[in-house]
């Protein structure tokens, strides 16, 4: 049980252009999902917070025009890197837990490893 | 916000004998306490947790204990396998109403068989 899945594994794509990552849970309805960025040999850094029908939640110094986050069902939350430059090239982990007050778990997907050329 | 410092950042042990990774957190208001296993290209698999109501939990070869007073936590791997091998990573959340999780830094752990 609890698992997450993402699509694509890996993407490559041209400099200004814009890419779509989508991060599903298979077993369970997912209230809240959480997306991450983690560079090479690093940490895990919390882009934002989506909740089901509403606006993300953006952490400092993420842009939100760049990174749209769409959480449009208890299953499923997308993240479009727009405008995609060298910078944006990481690894793009999103995670899920349910609404219960009671459990506190996140379940992380695979990631999605993003290079721009 | 919160600030979670993990050490060490590398940990090399023989097959069979235990590792021990420490992390240390800032708000004392954070009540979870999760750790996560993060292999080679994948994304991180919780392996045990604990919330601040409890000191100790264990999970077969997998313990953590926690120190509210001191505000740290520790992992214990005990009977080491060459699969163990991974980063490992511990963070924090106040929990309920607030679940954003705050990681520490990391520690690869290499078991030499």
């Known amino acids: 049980g609890a698992v997450v899945s993402q699509h694509p594994s890996w993407v490559i794509c041209k400099s200004g252009t814009s890419v779509k990552i989508e991060c599903r849970s298979l077993d369970f309805q997912a209230t809240t999902m959480f997306w991450y960025r983690q560079f090479p040999k690093q940490s895990l850094m919390l882009m934002a917070t989506s909740n089901e029908g509403s606006k993300a939640t953006y952490e400092q110094g993420v842009e939100k025009d760049k990174f749209l986050i769409n959480h449009a069902s208890l299953t499923l939350s997308t993240l479009t890197v727009t405008s995609a430059h060298p910078e944006d090239s990481s690894f793009y982990i999103c995670s899920a837990k349910t609404g219960s007050r009671y459990s506190y778990e996140q379940y992380f997907g695979p990631g999605t490893r993003l290079t721009v050329t | 916000g919160e600030n979670v410092e993990q050490h060490p950042s590398t940990l090399s042990v023989q097959e069979g004998d235990s590792a021990v990774i420490k992390c240390t957190y800032s708000?004392?208001?954070?009540?979870?306490f999760p750790w996560y296993k993060q292999e080679l290209g994948k994304g991180p698999q919780l392996i045990i947790d604990i919330r601040s109501n409890v000191g100790e939990k264990k999970d077969q070869r997998i313990a953590v204990t926690l120190n509210k007073t001191a505000k740290h936590f520790s992992l214990h791997i005990t009977e080491t396998q060459p699969e163990d091998s991974a980063v490992y990573f511990c963070a924090a959340s106040p929990g309920f109403g607030n679940e954003k999780l705050t990681f520490g830094t990391g520690t690869r752990l290499t078991i030499i068989p």
């Open positions: 708000d004392s208001a954070s009540n979870y």
